[in-house]
């Protein structure tokens, strides 16, 4: 069946560094979307992505839609406290409804 | 908008007690859906409702488990008899389309279940 896949599972990084995860999946996807879940939250959507190739922004946060439909990164800049988190990659099942990755949790330490 | 409201938080139970937890969806949203989050398995999808009528349930996990939307602002998930594994949170989403960036999926802040 279709599965997301996300990498890293965790990362532990410094106040101020850049971040870069990535989601991959053996099928081929229309529109990526990338959540965040702050702890003791329900996920929250961040970035969504419609069209292969294409380059979204949300503040510090740059989300890019691969050429082969088969994967999606995200970069934070600049990371803050609050980037705290796991953050999921998510995309419509041939069913419809959404499919998620198991996430990469975010740790910084100021 | 108070965003979608579940309860209780947090559940605590004993193995074989009957487990319900509650949602109510934000107003007007169509589309109601029921997830279970683990370490192991991230985020599952277990039923979602259109118009408060069941239209995919096939991520539910057994017989164990049964889902109501009797109307658009509540919907029930029940748990009978519950099971240590059942131990996860389990998140209520609502959407005003099936989703969508204009009609994203918002999510509660979940129902964290203990069966001891």
């Known amino acids: 069946g279709q599965q997301l896949n996300q990498s890293p599972q965790s990362m532990f990084i410094q106040e101020g560094e850049d971040v870069s995860m990535n989601c991959t999946s053996s099928s081929i996807f229309n529109t990526w979307l990338w959540y965040k879940q702050d702890p003791g939250e329900g996920p929250v959507l961040l970035i969504a992505?419609?069209?292969?190739?294409e380059l979204t922004s949300n503040g510090r946060l740059t989300a890019q839609f691969g050429i082969t439909r088969k994967d999606s990164f995200l970069n934070i800049s600049a990371s803050i406290p609050s980037d705290v988190g796991i953050y999921f990659c998510?995309?419509?099942?041939?069913?419809?409804?959404?499919?998620f990755g198991k996430g990469t949790k975010l740790s910084v330490k100021p | 908008d108070a965003g979608v409201i579940q309860s209780p938080r947090h559940e605590v139970t004993e193995m074989g007690q009957e487990v319900t937890l509650r949602c109510k969806p934000i107003s007007g949203h169509d589309y109601l859906f029921w997830y279970r989050q683990t370490m192991m398995r991230g985020l599952e999808l277990l039923i979602y409702?259109?118009?408060?009528?069941?239209?995919?349930d096939s991520g539910m996990p057994e017989d164990r488990f049964s889902a109501k939307m009797p109307n658009a602002s509540f919907s029930t998930l029940k748990i009978q008899p519950s099971e240590p594994r059942d131990s996860a949170v389990y998140f209520c989403?609502?959407?005003?389309?099936?989703?969508?960036?204009?009609?994203?999926?918002?999510f509660g802040n979940g129902t964290r279940l203990t069966v001891t």
């Open positions: 992505l419609y069209k292969a190739g």
């Open positions: 998510a995309g419509p099942r041939s069913q419809g409804n959404l499919i």
């Open positions: 989403a609502s959407s005003q389309d099936r989703w969508d960036y204009n009609s994203p999926l918002h």
């Open positions: 409702f259109n118009n408060n009528v069941p239209i995919d």
